[in-house]
């Protein structure tokens, strides 16, 4: 139970006592304690805002009716319980990469989730594509909205982009190793307990859906997706990587969020939309609070950084205990990548997915200076893959309370179901990183 609890404290009382042996003084310390939790905010500003601006965008869409309408051409798809679970999962997955897995789990749950169970496929089955799909596959690639590879990226002194170039192929691995096991899975459940399963989709024959939809739903549920297109389409023309990719994003975002909201309540818009500008910064704020604080600790590891919060002539820490290591160590590619897989993984099991990446990029960043033929992104990525599974809530009961609840079934059960694709995902995707380091 003790690895559940938050490190907030350990990393608050790690920066000060860094900070008094570095400068002498107790005042310099607590300064520094100060000064890291800025750096941290200032790095990871950008990404919480783009982050709180998609939310609250989305919370527009909910109040229009769009997303009923994005979603119900793929809820007809449904014709039994093996199409179900893979254009569930899909579904689920690209809602995710551009409004994130928490906003998308009420969007998809509650409009294609019944409409699942109905052609077949038990809760619990589709509680665990919706998990798999969008807080694993999707939070941990991130390709979109990029704040996972971002946070990594800074920690580990790389940039964003070439996080998510290295992250590709260990996706794909850890994507279609988990989903086809659990795939599997799901198939013997339901030969086995069919008589359960007929019952669970006979009651879900009654709940029907009353959205209203407008012409203005139809607009949004058209415009939405084009101007996210329209952006991804620019990124790739004009070579937009990084913080000017993730720019274009949030500034779509708050102009969809501004029109949705116009349009919708008219003059009443000019108090509407700080409603939802609050609603999106609350989440984006809940989500990023303790990663600043553990970003501070972590990010006296490198550095660049660690000379913004201690003065100038600070070293990074923490590459100096790579460098150590590698002196007193042999550190083999395998090892290192046991080691960057089972730190993600454990700070992972606070329930915050991205808890972890201040720690596995600083790792990767360390391990790369000790040994200069590592690819360090490769490793950092990796770090990223195994954090955000963990902590992001595939495998932790405490991190499947949302889709647990909304599709009705026990968390501790449900990550009973994922823990055994998730380890093989993991099992297979690791070895994938050490050939490619």
Known sequence: MGLRRDPLIPCLIGILHIGWMYSGKLVGAIQSVFNALVVAGTEFLGIIVVISLIVAMSKVLTELGADYVIMRPAARLMVNANVAFWILGLSMMVVSWFVWPSPAVALIGGIMLPIAVRAGLPSMGAAMAMNLF????ALSSD?????APTITAKAAGLGSEQVVQASIP???VMALVT???????????IAANRAVHE???QAFESKNQNVEITSLSVIFAIL?????????????????????????VGGTAALLLALGSVLKYGVESLE??????????MFGIKIFAPVIIIGGFFFLGKGELSQQILGKGAPGFLEDVGLALSNAVPLNKAAIAVIELAAGMIVGLDGSGFSPLPLVGSIAAAFGSARPDLNVAVLAALGQIAGVWTGGGTIIPWGLIPVAAIAGVNPIELARRNFIPVIAGLAATTVVAILLM
């Not at 969008?134 to 596959?137: A, V």
């Not at 390709?143 to 704040?147: K, M, T």
């Not at 989903?179 to 459940?189: G, M, N, Q």
């Not at 509407?272 to 910064?281: C, E, L, M, N, Y």
């Open 272 to 281: 509407k939309i700080t409603d939802f500008v609050r609603d999106g910064f």
């Open 224 to 248: 939405v997706p084009l101007a996210f297109v329209a952006d991804v389409v620019a990124m790739y023309v004009y070579k937009l990587k990084g913080g000017d990719a993730t720019a274009l």
């Open 134 to 137: 969008g807080h694993g596959i």
């Open 179 to 189: 989903t086809i096991v659990a795939f599997i899975l799901i198939r013997r459940d």
């Open 170 to 172: 260990l996706v794909i």
């Open 199 to 201: 019952k669970e989709r």
């Open 143 to 147: 390709y979109v909205i990029q704040g």
